[in-house]
């Protein structure tokens, strides 16, 4: 080029200004289980860059959609041992809600042949009974399902009067006079509310509470919202009995009244009243869901020894709104198997968080992968598994929670 004119060398100002934040992720450090899948976590943050140096920048300024994950999957070496299922059984019922079962086994990760299941009790194992509806039923609303007595109580004699039906349904139940609604009249409204009162004052206020009382009586009638949920907890040991004193549902418009708790979950709506429903541990939960204003059910509840033993020793209960949960828990002559767990309840409209103040379960050497905590949200039955030194903040979608502290 030396016969071609060389053009004068200039320098343009290019645009000085910082560029967007952007997300920095750091590599992830140490894989949480020793074999098997497990998780990594990584420290994520918000930079900016300015003059070619990193600042740290708040995390609102990043596009949220854009994070990426603070833990990745992690797999260091197969395990020798693993949980496997069988197929899920068919739903229990042909029609409403049921529940469908799965058999579990242990296996031998290479040769695939059944062990003795002692060699991954260990292990996290997933659920093997979860629920299943096949539509509504066309003739009734309600269907029995394992765990559940829906038994409906025939007075000894036929009664021709609305009125001798009333005291032949409440005789016997050992409940105030006052406790028994009143024939309603068009002119009788005074009377109405009076009783309404005697059930526990503004029935609106009834949804979304926890009643922890050994007896009671819970009105959901003329309720304003079209859902109202309420819970009964006891301490462990008891199990809770419930009669269904009065019932005004309209079955064919789809209203309905549900009953959940740990071992058992059933619908209803048509031969209520006097029904019978035991929940085989101490927590109980009622959820109602009416089409027509001023519909519901009456409740007599109370609660009594266990029949059977579903708790350990070392388990705890907790009835909100706070709590502090130290693990292990010291018992005599305790074998090292236990499992022991925490179950947490509170109000139906509260929500459940739980926080990791100090963890230690081991170090890498120490088979990180046999000590860690389980927490299991019950209203989804979805699982966390920490281990290690990991703190972790959780938080539940539904008002029940448990924790499983292996090892």
């Known amino acids: 080029c030396h016969q071609v004119p060389k053009p004068e060398s200039r320098v343009e100002v290019c645009d000085l200004s910082p560029c967007p934040p952007r997300w920095k992720v750091t590599p992830a450090g140490p894989c949480s289980s020793s074999c098997g899948l497990g998780l990594a976590v990584q420290l994520v943050t918000c930079v900016q860059i300015r003059q070619g140096k990193e600042v740290l920048q708040e995390e609102h300024l990043c596009p949220v959609a854009e994070k990426p994950p603070t833990s990745v999957p992690c797999v260091i070496r197969t395990c020798s041992y ?7 059984s068919e739903c229990s019922t042909s029609c409403g809600n049921g529940i469908q079962t799965r058999r579990d086994f242990c296996l031998h990760s290479q040769t695939r042949k059944h062990v003795d299941p002692v060699f991954c009790r260990r292990f996290p194992k997933a659920i093997v009974v979860r629920g299943c509806s096949l539509g509504p039923c066309p003739e009734q609303v309600g269907t029995r399902s394992p765990g559940a007595e829906l038994q409906p109580v025939t ?28 024939e309603q009249t068009k002119t009788g409204r005074g009377e109405e509310d009076a009783a309404k009162r005697s059930m526990g004052g503004n029935n609106s206020g009834v949804c979304g509470n926890l009643f922890l009382n050994g007896t009671g009586i819970i009105s959901m009638m003329g309720v304003e919202s079209s859902e109202c949920t309420v819970a009964i907890g006891r301490p462990l040991g008891e ?84 709590g502090e949960i130290v693990n292990p828990v010291q018992l005599p002559d305790q074998r090292q198997e236990v499992v022991c767990r925490t179950f947490i309840d509170v109000a139906p409209q509260h929500r459940i968080a739980i926080r990791a103040l100090y963890t230690d379960l081991g170090t890498e050497g120490n088979h990180t992968h046999f000590n860690y905590i389980l927490v299991r949200d019950v209203s989804t039955m979805k699982t966390m598994v920490f281990h290690g030194k990991q703190q972790f903040l959780w938080q539940s979608t539904g008002s029940q929670a448990e924790i499983e502290f292996h090892e």
């Open 155 to 182: 007075p000894a004699t036929h009664l021709t009067t609305a009125a001798a039906g009333r005291e032949e349904r409440y005789k016997g139940l050992d409940l105030p006079p006052s406790a028994v609604p009143q």
């Open 239 to 322: 199990e809770i009995t419930l009669r269904i004193l009065e019932s005004s549902l309209n079955c064919s418009a789809g209203e309905v009244v549900l009953f959940s708790g740990r071992m058992m979950w059933r619908t209803g709506c048509r031969k209520l009243p006097l029904s019978l429903i035991n929940s085989r541990t101490n927590t109980l939960i009622v959820k109602q869901r009416v089409v027509l204003p001023g519909n519901g059910v009456i409740l007599q509840y109370s609660s009594r020894t266990a029949t059977k033993k579903y708790y350990q020793d070392c388990d705890k209960q907790l009835f909100g709104p706070r």
């Open 82 to 88: 693993e949980w496997s299922f069988s197929e899920w």
